[in-house]
């Protein structure tokens, strides 16, 4: 089975600091994809990466970064953290071969006082 | 712009009922994905349909991609206690590094026993 794990399931932050979130996968897909998810506004994509040193802005990447220098991991950067950025972060990963199959990690649910 | 609408929004029966749940949109898709996600978990994947009006059943549960891949269905027969959670629709556009997977804002399923 695909495991993909983030490094908390929860965090809490205060306005300023600068959060990484992080995210590995073990099965060697190529594609890795960062969401958040808010009540009311469904998922939406904040960056992906379709291989290693690569990335490409999603939706909403402003007041984000990312980082791919190893093919299984994937970090979201908050340079800043703001009250605004409070949400539910998923991490994702699918293969090359089949781009839409995606699976999920837990989540982290980060609080931004 | 929302491209993939949902409904309903949010539904509540009784265990052993039956029910629909849709996605919409003006929008042609090469593919369209159904997820659930459990509260405080990340999306799991039911499954992926890529052919105008092909019927998928997973158990008790039928999926249909529309003539004209624009829209889908998810049926469930007998809905029980554990088909409570969010489902998800996405369609997917484009290859290669343009590939994107847009989602619905999701359904809330609430089946009491």
Redesign the interface.
């Known amino acids: 089975d695909v495991k ?1 794990t983030q490094s908390s ?1 929860y965090l809490v932050k205060r306005t300023g600091e600068k959060v990484f979130l992080e995210c590995v996968q073990d099965m060697d897909h190529e594609n890795m994809f960062w ?1 958040r998810q808010d009540p ?4 939406r ?1 904040i960056y992906f990466s ?1 291989d290693v040193k ?1 990335k ?1 802005k999603g939706d909403i990447p402003e007041g984000y970064s990312v980082s791919r220098e190893k093919k299984e991991r994937f970090s979201l950067i908050l340079e800043s953290a703001s009250t605004n950025q409070t949400s539910m972060y ?1 991490c ?1 990963s699918s293969p090359h071969k089949a ?9 982290t ?1 980060l609080t931004v006082l | 712009t929302q491209l993939l609408e949902q409904s309903p929004q949010f539904l509540s029966i009784q265990e052993g009922e039956n029910l629909t749940v849709y996605c919409n949109s003006s929008s042609v898709f090469s593919s369209l994905q159904w997820y659930r996600q459990e509260p405080g978990e990340g999306p799991v994947l039911l499954v992926t349909v890529v052919t105008g009006g092909e019927v998928k059943k997973l158990k008790r549960l039928t999926f249909q991609f529309g003539d004209a891949r624009k829209d889908s269905s998810l049926h469930i027969t007998a809905a029980q206690p554990g088909d409570t959670g969010l489902y998800l629709c996405a369609g997917g556009k484009g290859g290669g590094s343009n590939y994107k997977l847009t989602f619905g804002k999701g359904t809330l399923l609430t089946v009491n026993p």
Not at chain 1, 40 to 43: D, T
Not at chain 1, 99 to 107: H, L, R
Request: charged share 15%; net charge neutral; proline share 9%.
């Open positions: 993909v399931r969401y009311g506004l469904g998922l994509l379709y690569m490409e998923l994702a781009p839409d199959t995606q699976y999920f990690g837990p989540g649910r």
